[in-house]
């Protein structure tokens, strides 16, 4: 244990054993418990973060959110990804010690595109993946897609994106990428930005996290 409750995580990197760091919060008749990454930006406890895991649990979902080993070791910038596929699989592994639940994947932006990853190569097998604002391509990029691994991904796959996503524009650049998904679905938030803001909205970071809860359960359910 480290200070206020949380975990550490070891993985196993080719160049050494780095550590993780998670925190697990159980949900009251707890049906599934879901493991949530970050994105590149801003580590697990950003307050998004907080308010959708805080939304999950509502819904009777456990939460597991993590940072990856890069941000635990005070660095900005991302591993290769090699390195957070390892972190998810370590990640995987604890979720199995802490809650005998059906566990799912989720993460935003960058986190949920290592999550796809990671199920893609096999290293995690989850009862599904769920990507808040899944960075199809860079901004402006429609060029340089991040989706050819997206088919080998055999778990059910919900993107919940916001209609105004520079990530993902054009939209018919993502809807053709999942067509080739075994079962993948987006689930649009009408007007809402790359962090789900909404222009003429006054909510706080932990409001909207929470508000996309209630989709993702649903889906959840439907798939459990």
Not at 70 to 94: D, E, F, I, Q
Not at 136 to 152: E, F, M, N, T, V
Not at 173 to 202: K, M, N, P, T, Y
Request: charged share 20%; glycine share 10%; proline share 8%.
């Amino acid at each position: 244990m480290t200070s206020a409750g949380a975990l550490n995580v070891p993985v196993d990197l080719p160049t050494g054993r780095v550590e993780a760091v998670a925190w697990h919060e159980r949900a009251e008749a707890g049906w599934a418990t879901m493991a949530i990454a970050h994105g590149a930006g801003a580590g697990s406890s950003h307050p998004f973060l907080v308010g959708f895991a805080a939304g999950m649990r509502g819904e009777g979902v456990s939460t597991l959110r993590f940072d990856f080993p890069y941000l635990t070791a005070g660095r900005r910038m991302p591993g290769p990804p090699a390195h957070a596929v390892a972190t998810w699989r370590a990640v995987a592994a604890l979720a199995a010690d802490l809650d005998r639940s059906p566990l799912w994947a989720a993460g935003k932006s960058y986190g949920g595109r290592m999550a796809s990853m990671a199920a893609a190569e096999g290293a995690i097998s989850p009862a599904g993946l769920v990507y808040l604002g899944y960075p199809l391509h860079p901004p402006g990029r429609p060029d340089k897609p991040r989706s050819a691994h997206l088919p080998r991904v055999a778990q059910p796959q919900l993107f919940v994106e916001g209609t105004r996503d520079p990530f993902i524009d054009p939209h018919a650049q993502l809807v053709d990428a999942l067509a080739a998904c075994a079962d993948a679905r987006i689930a649009w938030v009408e007007g809402a930005g790359h962090s789900f803001e909404v222009a003429g909205r006054r909510r706080d970071a932990a409001t909207i996290g929470a508000e996309l809860a209630p989709i993702v359960a649903a889906w959840m359910r439907e798939r459990s």
